[in-house]
């Protein structure tokens, strides 16, 4: 039986008693589980900052890291906002997680904070953390320069995706016009070859249906096919916020001197401690969204055989040319989907290549590894199987091959 036919029978079923009951019975059950799991995802998940720990090998780097290796606190994504009760306990979370912690480098990979009114926040949780032996050190994200409002999200969206949908009609009648050729299924994998993104694919499935529809006509069916493809969209691209507002980003990079943190803005720096054995190049690049991300500046001074390890905040980078100078890339901003769930995944990467079993964790590309951290906090206050966590990365160097 459909769907369709099941929503048909409702009214007949509803005069039973014992179905009625049933029904009601039922619509209950899932009303209550989906309360729980709403409360689990507003109030438990994202208040439980886990310290995760992690060991990345460097090559060409035998002889430049500590005997025991070179050990980074990870935080990305704070987003603090403050006046909050949930920020509060965050902090308090990775105080007692980090208590008597001993580590080299304390590293921020950006969104400090949503609005400026999270700044002491952002104080209290370095004044929270045991000092690090060798220096603290971020970049920022596109939150730290920018308010973003959701409200328009949607429509904005919706927008979007038809603009797209309406350039991929035109192309593909362009083409048949030139090609003289009415194949629809030709025309999309001719598109799809020619290196389209993972966001296009729907749109060009949706140009097919709407071809295919009995002279235009929209049907139950193209509708509810062109709604799934805009999910798809909409989950494949960066959420297209509104940006309503600036933060004060010098104000920022000012206070978090006084607490020893440096910011790399576009630049690197050597870290030498001999006493320690250590001898690698620490770079930072500016957000990808935000900021004015100048990769060339921020690799342009560090040999190339030399071990780099870059900070950005958006791991859309690893799109520029001459990333793979980098042998370690650390960044945050995805929130590591923030609500996955069982056999769909990340509900959103929001990163325009990421796939979404990359959405966090440890990835490589080529010779370059990178490390994406689900971060610590979230714009819009839910987690689902995306736990917020902090990570000591200790790098060793590489066995030579
Ligand atoms: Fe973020």
């Known amino acids: 039986m459909s769907w369709l036919d099941l929503a048909r029978r409702i ?42 720990r992690l060991t990345i090998h460097l090559p060409n780097a ?33 105080r007692k997680a980090c208590a008597n912690l001993e580590y080299d480098l304390l590293i921020h990979t950006g969104d ?3 609005h400026d009114s999270g700044l002491p926040n952002v104080l209290t949780l370095l004044d929270a953390l045991p000092a690090p032996r060798l220096g603290s050190y971020g ?12 409200s328009e999200m949607l429509p904005r969206a919706w927008a979007r995706f038809q603009a797209m949908h309406q350039e991929t009609v035109c192309s593909e009648e362009a083409l048949s016009g030139s090609m003289n050729v009415h194949d629809s299924t030709h025309t999309q994998s001719s598109v799809n070859g020619s290196g389209a993104t993972r966001a296009t694919t729907p749109a060009l499935t949706s140009t097919r249906s709407r071809q295919n529809g ?71 690049v500016d957000d990808v969204v935000e900021g004015t991300p100048e990769l060339h500046h921020a690799l342009g001074e560090i040999p190339h055989d030399a071990p780099t390890i870059l900070l950005s905040h958006n791991p859309d980078i690893l799109l520029e040319p001459g990333i793979e100078q980098a ?34 964790g440890y990835l490589r590309r080529g010779k370059t590894q990178v490390y994406i951290t689900r971060g610590v906090g ?24």
Not at 62 to 72: D, E, F
Not at 330 to 358: F, M, Y
Not at 380 to 397: D, F, S
């Open 11 to 52: 009214p007949a079923l509803w005069q039973d008693k014992r179905t009625r009951t049933q029904l009601i019975s039922g619509v209950g059950a899932v009303a209550g589980i989906g309360a729980m799991v709403a409360s689990y995802a507003f109030l438990r998940e994202p208040l439980h900052v886990r310290l995760d």
């Open 62 to 94: 035998a002889g430049n890291l500590p005997p025991n290796g070179l050990r980074l606190l990870h935080l990305s994504d704070t987003h603090f906002r403050g006046a909050n009760w949930r920020e509060q306990a965050k902090i308090e979370c990775i």
């Open 112 to 114: 400090f904070l949503h």
């Open 139 to 150: 970049v920022f994200g596109n939150h730290d320069y920018s308010l973003y409002s959701h």
């Open 214 to 284: 009995s002279n235009g006509r929209v049907t139950a069916l193209t509708r509810a096919r062109t709604l799934y493809e805009f999910g798809y969209y909409c989950a494949n691209v960066p959420l297209d916020l509104k940006r309503t507002g600036r933060n004060d980003v010098n104000a920022l990079e000012a206070a978090l001197a006084t607490h020893q943190v440096q910011i790399l803005h576009n630049r690197s720096i050597r870290l030498t401690h001999p006493e320690v054995g250590l001898d690698i190049y620490l770079a930072g």
């Open 327 to 360: 042998d370690l890339i650390l960044s945050g901003h995805t929130h590591g989907g923030q609500i996955v769930l069982p056999l769909l995944g990340a509900a959103h990467t929001q990163s325009s290549h990421l796939p979404r079993k990359e959405v966090s």
């Open 378 to 401: 979230e714009g819009i206050p839910l987690r689902l199987g995306a736990a917020p966590q902090i990570t000591l990365i200790t790098v060793l160097p590489a066995a030579k091959s």
